[in-house]
């Protein structure tokens, strides 16, 4: 593993466990949709860490589709905290609600089944599907210029 991907992943640890960090702190505290913006951060940051690194190195890395995992991981765990220190139960009953026919539910816990197939997918699919769009994008404009050059030496032969 090159020294540009250790970096990538120590940043991906970091900035993963600090997003999830604040959200484990501030959860009670914070209204529904910032929740949930909190919770696609991790793939923005993931995404910036692969595009970076894929524009210093030009070069699609494999492990690339392991800064997912790291961001599931780091659920797991920020799930496990905040189901144990009682902030998701304060989160549950505060945002569960019932008004006529409509009702709003939150999962037991963030580690419930459903929500871990959920996260597993939202991390794992998007931050796949984000790298190969970054990454064949890149490799279209190269062969849009290499094809322009190519026509370009055809014409003044």
């Known amino acids: 593993m090159e020294n540009v991907t250790k970096n990538t992943y120590i940043k991906a640890i970091i900035l993963n466990c600090l997003v999830f960090l604040i959200l484990g702190i501030f959860l009670d505290k914070m209204s529904l949709a910032f929740v949930l913006i909190m919770l696609v951060i991790p793939l923005i940051i993931n995404a910036v860490l692969i595009k970076k690194e894929f ?3 030009h070069i699609v890395n494999k492990y690339h ?3 997912p995992l790291i961001s599931f991981l780091t659920y797991i765990i920020f799930g496990n905290i905040v189901k144990n220190n009682g902030k998701w139960d ?3 009953n505060a945002y569960s609600k019932d008004v006529g026919q409509m009702s709003v539910k939150i999962a037991n816990s963030p580690v419930d089944v459903s929500q871990l197939i959920f996260s597993l997918i ?3 699919a998007i931050g ?3 790298t190969k769009i970054m990454t064949s994008t890149n490799k ?3 062969n849009k210029v290499r094809n322009k050059n190519a026509s370009r030496s055809k014409s003044f032969e």
């Open 90 to 92: 304060v989160f549950k």
């Open 128 to 130: 796949y599907l984000l």
């Open 140 to 142: 279209n404009s190269k």
């Open 65 to 67: 589709y392991l800064l």
């Open 122 to 124: 939202m991390y794992v």
């Open 55 to 57: 524009d210093a190195t």
